[in-house]
């Protein structure tokens, strides 16, 4: 397993178990965790025996957002004579932070998110990268960089309208006010409501083993139909899934999933 700083890596069964581990600090994203998250994300990915996973937070928040003496801190790592070369570091900064939020989305694997307390700013851009979410009565989303003067650079704008829609999303990254529970169920931000932390990241292990327990040749593909469908017309997303199961519909899934059924059984896949 994993040996992470800011991150807590663990296997349950056929699950696999993130939580963010910087309680002290609401779990704020520093540097170091960014990177942990696209390393424990791309062993989600690669690991065969892993077909689902489940993001959460420890203590009271799933994530506060971007810690803020980490982006003084990174200040230092852009410094250059060069004005030019200075601000292309900054932009190489920037597309590598992305990269570690568009970690969960590549994950082959379904990946889920619970939520509790703030999900704020980057916290809403991670989220946002999991396939579906879940919420305990108390959490609160928030699109907040224009609190502290930046345009939200890492997903939020891209993903949210999407989720919400254009009106709800603009709303959002345009007052940058907090979001219930209640009423990020009502705009379809997340798929359930909890009472608290606990009940929460128990319907996302159920929902995630639930997951599991189907061919991960076709969970696999159904994730990546839908991301490429979601980004291109009908037609072409029509046209990606014929090629898809050209490929891969003749599997010894099938197969296990078509006596299984005649027998009345559960059938029982390969990783």
Same mark, same amino acid.
Request: glycine letters at 6%.
């Given at each position: 397993?994993?040996?992470?700083?800011?991150?807590?890596?663990?296997?349950?069964?056929?699950?696999?178990?993130?939580?963010? /581990?910087?309680?002290?600090?609401? /779990?704020?994203?520093?540097?170091?965790?960014?990177?942990?998250?696209?390393?424990?994300?791309?062993?989600?990915?690669?690991?065969?025996?892993?077909?689902?996973?489940?993001?959460?937070?420890?203590?009271?928040?799933?994530?506060?957002?971007?810690?803020?003496?980490?982006? &003084?801190?990174?200040?230092?790592?852009?410094?250059?004579?060069?004005?030019?070369?200075?601000?292309?570091?900054?932009?190489?900064?920037?597309? /590598? $932070?992305?990269?570690?939020? /568009?970690?969960?989305?590549?994950?082959?694997?379904?990946?889920?998110?619970?939520?509790?307390?703030?999900?704020?700013? +980057?916290?809403?851009?991670?989220?946002?990268?999991?396939?579906?979410?879940?919420?305990?009565?108390?959490?609160?989303?928030?699109?907040?960089?224009?609190?502290?003067? $930046?345009?939200?650079? &890492?997903?939020?704008?891209?993903? $949210?309208?999407?989720?919400? +829609?254009?009106?709800?999303?603009?709303?959002?990254?345009?007052?940058?006010?907090?979001?219930? !529970?209640?009423?990020?169920?009502?705009?379809?931000?997340?798929?359930?409501?909890?009472?608290?932390?606990?009940?929460?990241? &128990?319907?996302?292990?159920?929902?995630?083993?639930?997951?599991?327990?189907?061919?991960? &040749?076709?969970?696999? +593909?159904?994730?990546?139909?839908?991301?490429?469908?979601?980004?291109?017309?009908?037609?072409? +997303?029509?046209?990606?899934?014929?090629?898809?199961?050209?490929?891969?519909?003749?599997?010894?899934? $099938?197969?296990?999933?078509?006596? !299984?059924?005649?027998?009345?059984?559960?059938?029982?896949?390969?990783?």
């Amino acid at each position: 397993m994993l040996d992470l700083s800011t991150l807590t890596v663990e296997q349950d069964n056929q699950v696999a178990l993130i939580h963010f /581990n910087r309680p002290d600090k609401a /779990n704020a994203l520093s540097y170091s965790m960014w990177e942990e998250l696209r390393t424990a994300f791309e062993w989600a990915d690669q690991e065969p025996s892993v077909r689902a996973v489940v993001l959460a937070g420890h203590g009271k928040h799933f994530c506060a957002g971007l810690d803020l003496s980490t982006m &003084l801190g990174l200040q230092a790592g852009i410094q250059d004579d060069c004005e030019g070369r200075k601000r292309e570091k900054l932009r190489r900064l920037i597309i /590598n $932070l992305q990269d570690c939020v /568009n970690s969960i989305e590549r994950c082959s694997k379904p990946v889920i998110a619970a939520i509790q307390g703030a999900c704020l700013g +980057g916290g809403l851009d991670v989220a946002l990268a999991a396939d579906y979410r879940f919420a305990a009565a108390d959490a609160i989303f928030g699109v907040r960089e224009l609190d502290i003067s $930046l345009v939200a650079d &890492l997903g939020s704008l891209q993903r $949210l309208p999407r989720v919400v +829609g254009e009106g709800m999303a603009r709303e959002m990254a345009l007052t940058a006010r907090n979001v219930s !529970a209640a009423e990020a169920l009502t705009i379809r931000l997340v798929n359930r409501v909890l009472p608290d932390a606990d009940s929460t990241l &128990l319907m996302a292990m159920e929902s995630a083993s639930l997951i599991a327990s189907k061919s991960p &040749l076709a969970v696999r +593909g159904s994730k990546e139909v839908l991301n490429y469908s979601r980004d291109h017309s009908v037609t072409e +997303g029509l046209n990606y899934v014929a090629t898809w199961s050209a490929a891969t519909l003749i599997s010894e899934d $099938l197969k296990r999933s078509s006596q !299984a059924a005649m027998r009345q059984q559960e059938a029982i896949f390969p990783d």
